[in-house]
């Protein structure tokens, strides 16, 4: 069955340090790949997504995240972290199935140490 | 601007009752969806709509109903039946119902049982 896992269901950085959230899927067709964030009591805002073509995918706010097949990942990074950063991260793919459908991994909770 | 806005952000349900949440988008978008969240756990798959007057069941549409007679507005009805409702819903939209389609959040309605 198609899954996504996300390793590490909270991390913590250094206000500068660089920020590495880790998205592995399972799916045998190429799926299409998204990066969302979730601040507190709010809805989730897309920060990046592959499709197809360029495996290292630039985003909003300062995150990139690169597609390797070969391990199936799609981890999300940013080289200096923000206190702004501060929130849920979850990454989903789009796959076709029985229907076209999302699939989201659990998130995980990023704080930014001062 | 255009987005999708929710109401309430929240709403308290008396036992036996059944409850509303509104969900309006102005983006001119064919396709809508309903998510549950809950602590620690991604998004589920409620419903889905790919065009008015259509919707299908997602992954755990047992307790919930909906209807779209419009295509700005896709209300979600939590039932009795649904033993467990507390959690976080949160509405999306797409242009359009297909694989690689980025899904616009909505900022969500809390729902607790009283």
């Known amino acids: 069955a198609q899954s996504v896992t996300q390793l590490g269901s909270h991390v913590s950085v250094s206000e500068g340090a660089l920020v590495l959230l880790r998205c592995n899927y399972s799916?045998?067709?190429?799926?299409?790949l998204f990066w969302y964030v979730q601040y507190p009591n709010q809805g989730l805002q897309l920060l990046l997504k592959?499709?197809?073509?360029?495996?290292l995918v630039k985003g909003i706010n300062g995150f990139e995240a690169e597609f390797k097949k070969s391990e199936t990942s799609f981890h999300l990074t940013k080289p200096s972290a923000h206190m702004s950063d501060a929130a849920e991260y979850f990454c989903a793919v789009s796959l076709k199935t029985s229907y076209d459908k999302v699939i989201f991994g659990p998130g995980t909770s990023l704080s930014v140490i001062p | 601007d255009g987005g999708i806005t929710q109401s309430p952000k929240y709403l308290f349900r008396k036992e036996g009752q059944n409850v509303t949440l509104s969900c309006e988008q102005n983006?001119?978008?064919?396709?809508m969806y309903w998510y549950r969240q809950d602590p620690g756990q991604g998004l589920r798959l409620i419903y889905y709509s790919q065009i008015v007057n259509d919707f299908q069941k997602g992954d755990i549409a047992e307790g919930y109903s909906v209807s779209r007679e419009k295509k700005e507005s896709f209300p979600l009805t939590v039932t009795s039946a649904q033993k467990n409702p507390t959690a976080f819903y949160l509405c999306?939209?797409?242009?359009?119902f297909g694989v690689g389609e980025t899904q616009y959040f909505g900022p969500g309605t809390r729902l607790l049982v009283l």
């Open positions: 999306a939209s797409s242009g359009f």
């Open positions: 592959y499709t197809t073509g360029a495996t």
């Open positions: 983006l001119n978008h064919d396709a």
């Open positions: 799916s045998s067709v190429p799926p299409y």
